[in-house]
């Protein structure tokens, strides 16, 4: 596995041990299975960034703390730069770039995501956490399924949803597909 997701599991188990809590109460405290969380504390599985955000926000610490391992520091305002953002790589399929890192105490998390085409018989993974999300294309073609419900979305297109529902997206006609994600 990814050498970032690697990271990223060891800081998710530092702060468990930090707080000295077990991997049952953040599970469950996160609406986990006790596998799932073990697996991602594990650093050979692709941690979803709607998990990382869980654990954030459970115990208030910064999205950020636990993607890139460090503090946001800036209060008034916090410039990104084209194509300057601090991004991971969960997979080949997906990269996250992040638009507001250094912000500290945000409200909502913006993303720049990218999304590699798979085999169109690879099914999409989904994922749900609390709060909402809005998706703008910026590139490319994207089947965006919330709850079971297939919607197709094309360059210029945005949507705006409640995340708990399962959702998950894939890269259309062969291509990689660009949106901002803005999960609140």
């Not at 993974?125 to 909402?132: A, K, L, V």
């Given at each position: 596995m990814n050498e970032q997701i690697r990271q990223i599991a060891e800081r998710?188990?530092?702060?468990?041990?930090v707080l000295e809590?077990?991997?049952?109460?953040v599970a469950k405290a996160c609406e986990l299975s006790i596998d799932e969380y073990r697996l991602a504390e594990s650093g050979e599985y692709?941690?979803?960034?709607s998990m990382l955000q869980k654990v954030a926000r459970i115990y208030k610490v910064e999205l950020d703390t636990l993607l890139f391992g460090q503090e946001p520091k800036m209060s008034s305002f916090?410039?990104?730069?084209?194509?300057?953002?601090?991004?991971?790589?969960?997979?080949?399929?997906?990269?996250y770039q992040s638009l507001a890192a250094g912000?500290?105490?945000r409200k909502a998390d913006p993303f720049i995501v990218t999304v590699e085409p798979t085999n169109p018989e690879t099914p999409i993974?989904?994922?749900?956490?609390?709060?909402?999300e809005f998706n703008l294309i910026i590139s490319g073609k994207m089947l965006l399924n919330i709850n079971g419900?297939?919607?197709?979305?094309?360059?210029?297109?945005?949507?705006y949803f409640d995340s708990k529902q399962p959702h998950g997206m894939k890269a259309l006609d062969g291509k990689s597909v660009k949106f901002l994600a803005v999960i609140i």
């Open positions: 998710l188990r530092g702060l468990r041990e809590l077990s991997a049952e109460d692709d941690i979803s960034v916090f410039l990104t730069r084209a194509g300057m953002g601090t991004s991971i790589e969960r997979t080949k399929a997906y990269k912000f500290m105490n993974h989904f994922n749900s956490h609390t709060g909402q419900k297939e919607l197709i979305l094309n360059e210029g297109d945005s949507i």
